[in-house]
């Protein structure tokens, strides 16, 4: 079992940075794949970025390639989306979540996570 929390989420113009965190406790990060999820009201949650248990593979959505980040320290337990060129349009709730361990990679590009923090409002302002 793992808990997640996130931070770093607030208001911003277009065209700022934003670097959220996603703090584990109670369990480690090592040996899971780790990915961001964000959602707006009446859509469905979208997995934005994923990045593999090794770290030598991630994944981005189209439209945050080039401008998002995804990376880990494991020694910190935690988990990073760094947010360039913020659009209005990135504005939702962010979610991080884990996958269990020694799930396959297939399943983390699908969106299958298991443990998922409570999430962060990011706004961008046009």
């Known amino acids: 079992q793992v808990q997640l929390v996130e931070s770093g989420g607030g208001l911003v113009q277009a065209g700022d940075s934003l670097r959220l965190s996603c703090a584990a406790s109670?369990?480690?990060?090592?040996?899971?794949?780790m990915g961001w999820f964000r959602q707006t009201p009446g859509k469905e949650r979208e997995l934005v970025a994923t990045m593999s248990a090794s770290g030598s593979s991630t994944h981005y959505t189209d439209s945050v390639r080039g401008r998002f980040s995804i990376s880990r320290d494991n020694a910190k337990n935690t988990l990073y989306l760094q947010m360039n060129s913020l659009k209005p349009e990135d504005t939702a709730v962010y979610y991080c979540a884990a996958s269990n361990p020694y799930s396959s990679w297939t399943t983390a590009l699908r969106g299958q996570f298991n443990y998922w923090g409570q999430g962060t409002q990011v706004t961008v302002s046009s």
């Open positions: 109670g369990g480690t990060i090592n040996g899971k794949h």
